[in-house]
C-alpha cells in the first residue's frame, strides 16, 4: 500500500525547496527518536523512522518530488490516504459523524465525489475489497451510461409507486 510522503513529513502536497524538506525531516526524526528509547512504542516507533526515512529520500530530490506528484495526480496516493484516515477514524468499528463530515472534506480537496467516498468508507468499515474508486481527474459518465442510470432510477420510481397504491387500497 503506498503511502503519502508529503503527510509523513507533516507537509500538504505540492512543490518544496530541499532545505523545507530537510527541516521538516529532522524535526519529526528528533521526535521519533526520542519516543524510539520507550520499550513500549519501540516497533511503532521503528516503523514510523523507516517511513520518515522513506519520505525524505524521495522528497529531498527535485525530479523524484515531480515523479511523486505526478502519481498523486493520477490518484495512486489519494485512496490510500483516505483508508489510511479512515481506518484511523474508526472506533469499535463505527464512525463518528463529525469525523465522517471531516474525511468527506478530505475527499472533496483530494478530488473524490462524496459517493465514492462513501464508498470507500463502507469498504473500510466492513472490510470489502471488491471496490477501488476510479482516479477522480479522468472519471466521468458517458451519455449512455447516464441515461442507463436515469431508465434505472425512473424504473425504480414507478415500482415503489405502484406498490405504494396497491399497499394503501382499502381492504374490501
Known amino acids: 500500500m503506498a503511502q503519502d510522503l508529503f503527510a509523513v513529513l507533516g507537509l500538504t502536497p505540492g512543490r518544496y525547496e530541499t532545505a523545507e524538506i530537510t527541516r521538516q525531516f529532522e524535526t519529526r526524526r528528533s521526535a521519533v527518536l526520542d519516543a524510539l ?19 525524505f529520500s524521495q522528497l529531498r530530490d527535485p525530479d523524484g518530488q515531480d515523479a511523486y506528484l505526478q502519481q498523486l495526480e493520477n490518484g495512486d496516493v489519494a485512496v490510500d490516504a483516505l483508508r489510511r484516515m479512515i481506518g484511523a477514524s474508526l472506533e469499535d468499528g463505527l464512525l463518528r459523524y463529525s ?74
Open 37 to 55: 528509547d520507550s520499550t513500549r512504542d519501540h516497533e511503532r516507533s521503528r516503523a514510523d523512522l523507516e517511513r520518515l526515512y522513506l519520505a
Open 99 to 172: 469525523r465522517r463530515q471531516t474525511i468527506l472534506e478530505e475527499g472533496r480537496v483530494r478530488g473524490f465525489s462524496d459517493f465514492q467516498t462513501h464508498l470507500l468508507i463502507a469498504q473500510v468499515q466492513f472490510g470489502d475489497d471488491t471496490f477501488s474508486p476510479a482516479n477522480p481527474r479522468t472519471t466521468g459518465m458517458t451519455g449512455r451510461q447516464a441515461l442507463t442510470q436515469f431508465a434505472a432510477a425512473v424504473g425504480l420510481g414507478v415500482v415503489l409507486f405502484v406498490l405504494g397504491i396497491w399497499w394503501l387500497q382499502p381492504v374490501v
